[in-house]
């Protein structure tokens, strides 16, 4: 072995280790029953054997029988692990009878802990697992020999080079902590249930490693047909640098003349306002619009399918079947409460870094509240994903459904409008026996914007932003009135079709 890392063989917890664990060193699993102690001291060594370390499995929990078969459902062979089994050896005592003279840990703990020191000097480990050390606090009733025998492993195993990892039970750890000032590091799995027990969220935590930082926090894991998956939870910093910006154009001239030109590139928009007033079809506009210009896109939707989208933009002529089957946008069906918000970001992450991804969509934010809230903050959540996008100089489109038709109106209903550099406001007003859509843009951080309303319509033909609606006043209350004159402003278009 070389004094370099040691890999996990887990996706995701090497990063949070900082590389890796560190040889000739030990490690506590702590976690209670199912959490995934045993799935992951299986996937340390096959991984481990595969590469050509020598492994060693010391069981004293499961038959070696039981352990082969666990192993084989994730596809994972044991044929490089050596394999001790001393659960037979820990438990035939209790099965054949009663110690009348001699206490059970007189008559099994010192053999059980001479077997496992020869293992060690037989199969010389460069890995190694004691499944479970809690099995070896059971058989001592005298703590000292216990704190002494445990300490003597741990160096010994650590003298020959070996990298070990100890599973132990937390309700024992809390009782004597022993075990943990012996080891360099120590590693909890959670289990946990959401706040309406409707999700099984699952954390692994580092709560000590000797000789090296770590990421700090609870990390999102997963356990799957094929092993675990860690999904570490970064916290993304905004990295100053400078470029030049260009512009998103809409496609629509009204409205790409309201915004001087388009949207810079880099930044985050929100497109905000009541159900059906042409949110997503606005944002969807953009992307395809942005698509043609040669930018690849991503939409990821929490609430309505590919099908769905589809069908309402062959309605209004935006090529979005067109942009999918070139493969210049892609949309990706987002079930909720499918994903931990860090999973959510690293497939994120994955779009931008691996397929070259530079603008992206999420509609809506209630669809990512819905998946998210569960996991934590979602303005947190929402705040390292649009840093993500920020520091890799990409776009973002955020749609926001609004609970007010009309009348009085927040921008979002989740207090995250800060984190956006442009804000687009969608409105239904009541005109001329007929309610129709305003748009107007409220914020544009980085360059000029027409501080105007126009409307919005949607035709056959496509999305179409009228003339400023110089005539009437009130029309965010929803009510507008003329402003001066007795005919209504806006003008008498053809009937335009719902969202």
């Not at 000739?24 to 340390?44: H, M, N, R």
Request: aromatic share 6%; with cysteine.
């Amino acid at each position: 072995m070389t004094d370099s890392r040691i890999a996990s063989g887990i996706s995701g917890l090497d990063e949070v280790l900082h590389g890796g664990f560190l040889p000739a060193s030990s490690y506590l699993i702590v976690g209670g029953p199912g959490t995934g102690k045993t799935v992951l001291a299986l996937q340390f060594l096959t991984e481990n054997a595969k590469r050509g370390a020598r492994c060693l499995l010391v069981t004293l929990a499961e038959p070696e029988e039981a352990l082969r078969r666990n192993a084989a459902a994730f596809g994972w062979d044991l044929a490089g692990v050596t394999i001790v089994d001393l659960s037979r050896s820990s438990g035939e005592a209790h099965f054949n009878g009663e110690y009348g003279v001699f206490p059970p840990s007189d008559v099994e703990a010192e053999p059980i802990w001479r077997r496992i020191s020869q293992a060690v000097d037989a199969s010389a480990p460069e890995c190694a697992v004691i499944d479970s050390a809690t099995y070896l606090r059971f058989l001592s009733t005298d703590m000292y020999q216990y704190r002494k025998q445990i300490q003597g492993l741990v160096n010994r195993l650590s003298e020959k080079g070996c990298l070990s990892l100890l599973l132990f039970e937390p309700i024992e750890l809390e009782k004597d902590c022993s075990l943990a000032l012996a080891v360099d590091g120590v590693i909890t799995l959670h289990n946990d249930v959401s706040g309406n027990r409707l999700v099984e969220i699952r954390t692994l935590e580092i709560n000590k490693l000797r000789g090296s930082s770590f990421m700090s926090g609870r990390h999102p894991l997963r356990i799957t047909n094929h092993g675990i998956s860690v999904w570490p939870h970064r916290i993304e910093r905004i990295q100053r640098s400078s470029y030049s910006r260009s512009l998103l154009h809409s496609g629509v001239a009204g409205l790409d003349e309201l915004l001087m030109g388009g949207l810079p590139t880099g930044t985050c928009t929100l497109i905000s306002g009541p159900a059906g007033a042409g949110k997503s079809t606005l944002a969807i506009q953009f992307l395809t619009t942005a698509a043609a210009n040669g930018h690849k896109g991503v939409i990821y939707t929490f609430e309505e399918g590919t099908a769905s989208m589809v069908e309402r933009c062959n309605a209004l002529s935006i090529p979005l079947e067109k942009a999918l089957a070139d493969g210049s946008l892609v949309i990706r069906e987002i079930n909720p409460l499918e994903y931990y918000p860090e999973e959510f970001l690293e497939m994120l992450r994955q779009d931008r870094e691996t397929n070259g991804a530079t603008v992206f969509l999420l509609d809506s934010l209630r669809g990512y509240t819905l998946s998210m809230e569960t996991f934590g903050s979602v303005v947190a959540s929402m705040q390292n994903i649009i840093n993500y996008i920020r520091q890799c100089n990409a776009s973002l489109f955020l749609v926001n459904e609004q609970e007010r038709v009309t009348g009085d109106f927040q921008i979002t209903d989740l207090g995250v409008s800060y984190v956006a550099d442009n804000i687009l406001l969608l409105r239904y007003a009541e005109c001329g026996g007929r309610v129709i859509r305003v748009v107007q843009c409220l914020k544009k951080r980085t360059g000029a914007h027409q501080p105007e309303l126009r409307e919005l319509t949607f035709m056959k033909e496509g999305l179409v932003a009228g003339e400023r609606l110089s005539q009437l006043r009130g029309v965010l209350t929803g009510v507008p009135t003329a402003n001066g004159a007795t005919e209504n402003a806006a003008p008498d278009r053809e009937k335009h079709s719902n969202e």
